[in-house]
């Protein structure tokens, strides 16, 4: 029972690299989210997809772009990594809204 | 002011005690409350989810909802060394997506 798989794991980019962090779920949850965890600061909402076909910016969207692939798959995608994205990055889903949410493990990316 | 206020910790306890962590917020409309343990290097772990006021017991959890003083309070009987992480508190408003968290409290629960 994977739940929520995020890749990669790790990642060290460079300034002005771009990337894409993935995530899939097997819960058939219809909301997926992207947040970045950062000391002090908290977890942070950066996109979310209500549904499939469906993307909203959260509370910190500046220099991220967001694909809901399918039910299951929902990437976040840095165009022009800055050292301000180091951070760790967490996909979840949920049924719906105001369900509880299910974590992935994170991706830990540095950007120097 | 932050939406949701939690002390960081550090927060010590012999193994054996009761654990109280403790949210405070402001928007008195939040009415999905949540607990989430955090490992070090790992992600959110949901252990309670509760709606509006009152209590929610799960073994050795109890998650309680005060929407009068606005505050949230999760008790760990008998702690565990293995109970040493942060924990998360989270909420969110009806009919939203946006769950806002608290920055978590440090638990260490000393064998």
């Known amino acids: 029972n994977a739940g929520v798989t995020q890749t990669p794991k790790f990642q060290v980019l460079k300034t002005g690299q771009s990337m894409t962090l993935q995530c899939a779920q097997d819960?058939?949850?219809?909301?997926m989210y992207w947040y970045r965890q950062d000391p002090g600061m908290g977890l942070r909402l950066i996109y979310y997809?209500?549904?499939?076909?469906?993307?909203d910016k959260g509370e910190v969207p500046n220099g991220y772009n967001v694909s809901r692939l399918n039910k299951r798959e929902f990437s976040l995608r840095l165009e022009s990594a800055a050292p301000s994205q180091t951070s760790v990055y967490f996909c979840?889903?949920?049924?719906?809204?105001?369900?509880?949410?299910?974590f992935g493990q994170g991706t830990r990316l540095t950007v120097v | 002011q932050k939406e949701v206020e939690q002390d960081p910790g550090p927060l010590s306890v012999p193994e054996g005690a009761i654990v109280s962590l403790n949210c405070t917020y402001s928007?008195?409309?939040?009415?999905?409350f949540m607990w989430y343990r955090q490992y070090s290097r790992k992600g959110p772990e949901l252990l309670m989810y509760?709606?509006?006021?009152g209590n929610k017991e799960d073994g050795r959890f109890t998650a309680q909802v005060d929407k009068s003083s606005k505050y949230i309070s999760l008790f760990i009987r008998d702690s565990q060394p293995s109970d040493s992480a942060t924990y998360l508190c989270?909420?969110?408003?009806?009919?939203?997506?946006?769950?806002?968290f608290g920055t978590g409290t440090r638990l260490k629960v000393l064998a």
């Open positions: 979840a889903s949920s049924t719906q809204e105001n369900t509880e949410a299910f």
């Open positions: 819960m058939n949850h219809n909301s």
């Open positions: 997809s209500a549904s499939e076909g469906t993307t």
């Open positions: 928007n008195s409309a939040f009415q999905y």
């Open positions: 509760t709606y509006s006021s």
């Open positions: 989270a909420m969110s408003l009806s009919g939203t997506y946006k769950y806002i």
